[in-house]
């Protein structure tokens, strides 16, 4: 059971420490200001993309009278809501990211991010957009389904019976039924984004699971409804000063306590130690190869490996609370770099270097094998690790790359 009452009070608190809530008032503007040029500039884009098309598509139809326009209609508006959909949730998912990003980093680490961490979203914005649109698409492929279906219904029974009220309440239900499955949907993936904060690196198959699986069993939470209304009263600046901070606050605690429980990923069961969820990440899912083919998934983490428990921990920075298992004799690189880094670290982070270091867990020898590439150097208990000479340290070791903002324990 979540304890929402809990996280709110908690979230209160941040509010009116070290002048949280004016950092939370300048992201909640500067996050508006975004979305607001983005909205504007790719509605613009599909209405006129979409009119294009609609032209085109609808010119055929046209000859065949009343008839034809309608059966245009039908085709038409189901898929312009579809691509709609995708392309906006593209477009602004990865400034959602980022937004959130600053919320849970202010949980994490007690310590407020600049505003302008925003533009971090430019450091992973194709792999957020991507995973983005496969959510609207997840979300919305059956509720277009439902309003195509009553569309198509209602211009048969306008067609054979001419009894036009039959057509528009059949219309009208179709898009109650289409509403309620797209509100349901969307309940599920509620977490996406946070998740996608959290974990950048995962892919979206990965993302959803996890969304439904911390979903499974809890309910819509309304208790933020007159709080909303206060808001829409007011022109949405209520909820610029207080509303919105507020409730990203407590919902970073909200997500921060569901993401507690074990979860199944991947077929690896993960270990938590009471603070938080370590979430096993398949390296070659991370990749974006393989695929289960709707079968059940199955670990490509040896069974050895599992059994010795080599994973690098999260303990402070971009990947608190995470963990990666380590195949034996594998190396992994960390850096900035996707392109050479499995773990791969924001552009924000200008301590750690593109190809920043490399980790392997020796099996013969039960320990890890450490080699620093870094400019800015890796760091054990204060002391820098020689550059390009391979280090073997202990399970237990933690590793500060570039600073103490980012520290990677060796388990």
């Known amino acids: 059971m979540i304890n929402r009452a809990g996280n709110k009070e908690k979230a209160k608190r941040v509010l009116n420490e070290n002048g ?17 040029i983005t909205s504007v500039l790719l509605g613009a884009m599909i209405a006129g993309g979409i009119g294009v098309v609609s032209a085109v598509v609808s010119a055929p139809f046209k000859l065949f009278g009343l008839a034809g326009i309608i059966i245009a209609y039908v085709l038409i508006t189901p898929i312009a809501t579809l691509v709609g959909a995708i392309a906006g949730g593209a477009v602004a998912g990865p400034f959602e990211v980022a937004r959130y990003r ?3 980093s202010l949980r994490k680490n007690g310590i407020r991010p600049k505003v302008t961490c925003i533009f971090d979203a430019f450091d992973f914005f194709m792999q957020f957009a991507l995973v983005t649109g496969v959510r609207m698409l997840t979300i919305m492929w059956i509720p277009v389904l439902i309003q195509f ?5 209602a211009a048969v029974v306008a067609a054979a019976s001419r009894s036009y009220l039959a057509a528009m309440l059949l219309v009208m239900i179709g898009m109650i039924a289409a509403l309620v499955v797209a509100a349901y949907r969307s309940y599920q993936f509620w977490p996406m984004a946070l998740v996608q904060a959290d974990h950048p690196q995962l892919n979206a198959e990965q993302v959803m699971e996890r969304c439904k699986v911390m979903t499974e069993g ?17 022109g949405g600046i209520l909820s610029v000063l207080y509303v919105a901070p507020y409730k990203m606050m407590a919902t970073a605690f909200v997500y921060e306590e569901m993401k507690g429980r074990p979860v199944m990923v991947d077929d690896i069961k993960p270990s938590t130690d009471g603070n938080g969820m370590t979430i096993a990440v398949d390296p070659k899912k991370l990749m974006g190869i393989g695929s289960t083919g709707g079968k059940k998934p199955t670990s490509h983490i040896p069974a050895a490996s599992r059994a010795a428990g080599a994973a690098l921990e999260g303990v402070a920075g971009m990947y608190a609370g995470s963990s990666y298992p380590l195949e034996p004799n594998q190396p992994v690189i960390l850096g900035r770099d996707p392109a050479y880094a499995k773990i791969v670290f924001s552009q924000g982070a200008q301590k750690i270097s593109r190809r920043h270091c490399e980790v392997m867990f020796n099996s013969r020898v039960q320990k890890y094998r450490v080699t620093d590439f870094s400019s800015n150097g890796t760091y054990v208990n204060g002391s820098r690790l020689p550059a390009n000479s391979p280090v073997l340290l202990t399970r237990g070791t933690e590793l500060a790359l570039g600073d103490n903002n980012n520290i990677i324990r060796l388990s």
């Open 149 to 153: 279906a009553t569309l198509l219904l």
């Open 20 to 36: 949280n809530l004016s950092g939370m008032v300048g992201m909640e503007i500067l996050y508006r200001v975004i979305a607001a």
């Open 102 to 104: 600053y919320y849970l």
């Open 218 to 234: 809890h309910k819509f939470d309304l208790s933020y409804l007159g709080w909303n209304i206060l808001s829409l009263l007011t």
